[in-house]
């Protein structure tokens, strides 16, 4: 079996996800097995959650098999179907700007947070719980002072799957007083016996950060798509990224991107080099030059696991752009020594991919 790769290690881009699906798929296909993308993808986070040890989701192996050049993957982890396919147009381009710090979402910040949503989550099924009509009465309220529509919210926020089904004026409105910054293992244990993840444990002497934890995929959701997950015209970020080629455009994409960026640094898992790059972008964004002409870079964000790694870029298509992206790779360089590696381009993926067979034929007998 020969796997060959130019995904690099430790960047942020799905290097340890590319080489468990094309391993996978080289393994299948030598014995010939028909795994579908889906369940081929499940099995390589299997691979990941509990032979690495590293507590990642299944994005990474998602894009990895079903992912096609030039297009992005419109997909939720719930726990993973493909919405579709969403063509880049042709003016918009990214990049790629490695931090120079190693990724890793096997690492003690990334696993921490994790453990902190979910402990968010049961927190919130808890008060949803105390929240509904057989225990208003304890707290002072009868079952009229709640709608209908109120009481079916709160029995599917009381057994909530995942955070991101939380609409964020929910969470306001109800969830986030009560959850604290932040909460000891062992005080959580006491009242709430588990968390509910299989894939990570509670360390007792350890403090998690839960409010900011809990908050970032319930508002990543909301930037990414609206409240029908059915509806593959729902998708916000495929809207604008399909609409009508303005500035406007350009300027909304990059919005969302840099929010992500930021609510994901407040979880605890960015880098001084991820928030550095992310901030010559936005210095050359906003710099005079370019208000002065027309827009070339609008938004970045970490990728990936965070505490590292690269950051993705959303800009115009062209040179002008391009010249700006190597002005941010000298400038960072500056700044802290390191020259970044810089990424482009797209290839398909594992299931449009396949594999190649490669048969050894043995030398012809000679006379």
């Given at each position: 079996?020969?796997?060959?790769?130019a995904?690099?290690?430790?960047?942020?881009?799905s290097?340890?996800?590319?080489?468990?699906?094309?391993?996978?798929?080289?393994?299948?296909?030598?014995?010939?097995?028909?795994?579908?993308?889906?369940?081929?993808?499940?099995?390589?986070?299997?691979?990941?959650?509990?032979?690495?040890?590293?507590?990642?989701?299944?994005?990474?192996?998602?894009?990895?098999?079903?992912?096609?050049?030039?297009?992005?993957?419109?997909?939720?982890?719930?726990?993973?179907?493909?919405?579709?396919?969403?063509?880049?147009?042709?003016?918009?381009?990214?990049?790629?700007?490695?931090?120079?710090?190693?990724?890793?979402?096997?690492?003690?910040d990334?696993?921490?947070?994790?453990?902190?949503?979910?402990?968010?989550?049961?927190?919130?099924?808890?008060?949803?719980?105390?929240?509904?009509?057989?225990?208003?009465?304890?707290?002072?309220?009868?079952?009229?002072?709640?709608?209908?529509?109120?009481?079916?919210?709160?029995?599917?926020?009381?057994?909530?799957?995942?955070?991101?089904?939380?609409?964020?004026?929910?969470?306001?409105?109800?969830?986030?007083?009560?959850?604290?910054?932040?909460?000891?293992g062992?005080?959580?244990?006491?009242?709430y016996?588990?968390?509910?993840?299989?894939?990570?444990?509670?360390?007792?002497?350890?403090?998690?950060?839960?409010?900011?934890?809990?908050?970032?995929?319930?508002?990543?959701?909301?930037?990414?798509?609206?409240?029908?997950?059915?509806?593959?015209?729902?998708?916000?970020?495929?809207?604008?990224?399909?609409?009508?080629?303005?500035?406007?455009?350009?300027?909304?994409?990059?919005?969302?991107?840099?929010?992500?960026?930021?609510?994901?640094?407040?979880?605890?898992?960015?880098?001084?080099?991820?928030?550095?790059?992310?901030?010559?972008?936005?210095?050359?964004?906003?710099?005079?030059?370019?208000?002065?002409?027309?827009?070339?870079?609008?938004?970045?964000?970490i990728?990936?696991?965070g505490?590292?790694?690269?950051?993705?870029?959303?800009?115009?298509?062209?040179?002008?752009?391009?010249?700006?992206?190597?002005?941010?790779?000298?400038?960072?360089?500056?700044?802290?020594?390191?020259?970044?590696?810089?990424?482009?381009?797209?290839?398909?993926?594992?299931?449009?991919?396949?594999?190649?067979?490669?048969?050894?034929?043995?030398?012809?007998?000679?006379?």
């Open positions: 079996m020969l796997v060959s790769s995904v690099p290690e430790g960047k942020g881009v290097s340890s996800a590319s080489v468990e699906v094309a391993s996978m798929s080289a393994i299948a296909a030598a014995h010939g097995l028909s795994i579908s993308p889906r369940d081929l993808a499940l099995l390589c986070q299997k691979v990941e959650n509990h032979v690495v040890g590293a507590p990642c989701g299944v994005m990474d192996q998602m894009t990895s098999v079903c992912g096609e050049a030039n297009k992005l993957l419109a997909m939720i982890c719930q726990p993973a179907e493909v919405l579709g396919l969403v063509d880049i147009p042709s003016h918009i381009r990214f990049w790629g700007i490695d931090s120079g710090i190693r990724h890793s979402v096997g690492g003690a990334y696993g921490s947070v994790r453990i902190g949503a979910f402990m968010g989550r049961k927190i919130i099924r808890s008060v949803a719980s105390k929240l509904l009509p057989e225990s208003l009465a304890t707290n002072g309220m009868s079952a009229d002072d709640l709608e209908e529509d109120g009481v079916e919210l709160l029995e599917a926020e009381a057994s909530l799957d995942y955070l991101c089904n939380l609409s964020p004026h929910r969470y306001e409105a109800l969830y986030v007083k009560q959850l604290p910054e932040s909460m000891p062992e005080t959580f244990l006491e009242n016996t588990d968390h509910n993840d299989p894939v990570t444990k509670i360390d007792k002497k350890r403090s998690y950060g839960l409010r900011a934890a809990a908050r970032h995929p319930i508002y990543e959701n909301f930037r990414v798509k609206l409240s029908n997950i059915r509806l593959k015209d729902d998708l916000a970020f495929k809207a604008l990224l399909t609409s009508s080629t303005s500035d406007e455009q350009l300027t909304a994409l990059g919005e969302l991107m840099y929010q992500c960026h930021y609510s994901y640094s407040a979880c605890g898992i960015g880098s001084d080099g991820t928030d550095k790059l992310v901030q010559l972008v936005q210095e050359m964004q906003h710099s005079k030059i370019s208000r002065s002409a027309e827009g070339t870079l609008y938004g970045a964000k990728t990936g696991g505490s590292g790694g690269t950051v993705c870029v959303i800009g115009r298509n062209c040179l002008r752009s391009s010249e700006q992206i190597l002005q941010i790779q000298q400038r960072y360089k500056g700044a802290t020594g390191y020259l970044p590696i810089l990424f482009e381009g797209s290839s398909p993926g594992a299931g449009k991919f396949g594999h190649l067979r490669i048969r050894r034929r043995l030398p012809s007998k000679q006379n």
